[in-house]
């Protein structure tokens, strides 16, 4: 592994979110300096409770589909890198995508 790439790519992520986190609370604290109404607020604070909690949803779908994926890979005894197994992983996380959005369309 190639600690020299994944440095400066894991570095520019975390700039990256960092500012799109200060960028976002300015915004929200601009809305409520500038007497946004009570509802407008509260349907922003909503809307970020909500947004956390189908994240969550979202990443445990996602992350037990490719676990799935890495134990059939296990029991079919693939032990090396081929087209195969990352058809097989890829598959599995769109797997966990396509779960994640029937239970979203539910949960609404």
């Known amino acids: ?4 790439l994944i440095l400066p790519v894991v570095l520019i992520l975390g700039i990256v979110y ?3 986190s200060v960028v976002d609370g300015h915004t929200r604290r601009r809305i409520v300096e500038a007497r946004g109404s009570e509802e407008l607020v509260r349907s922003l604070l ?3 409770t909500t947004k956390r ?3 969550a949803l979202h990443w ?3 992350m037990l589909a490719l676990a799935l994926g890495f134990g059939l ?7 090396r890198v081929t087209p195969g197994a ?3 992983l890829l598959g599995a996380t769109g797997l966990g995508n396509v779960v994640y959005f029937v239970l979203d369309r539910r949960l609404k």
């Open 18 to 20: 960092a500012i799109k």
């Open 73 to 79: 890979v296990d029991v079919l005894g693939i032990d």
């Open 60 to 62: 445990g779908c996602v």
């Open 53 to 55: 909690r189908l994240a």
């Open 86 to 88: 990352i058809a097989l």
């Open 1 to 4: 592994m190639d600690y020299n």
């Open 46 to 48: 909503a809307g970020d």
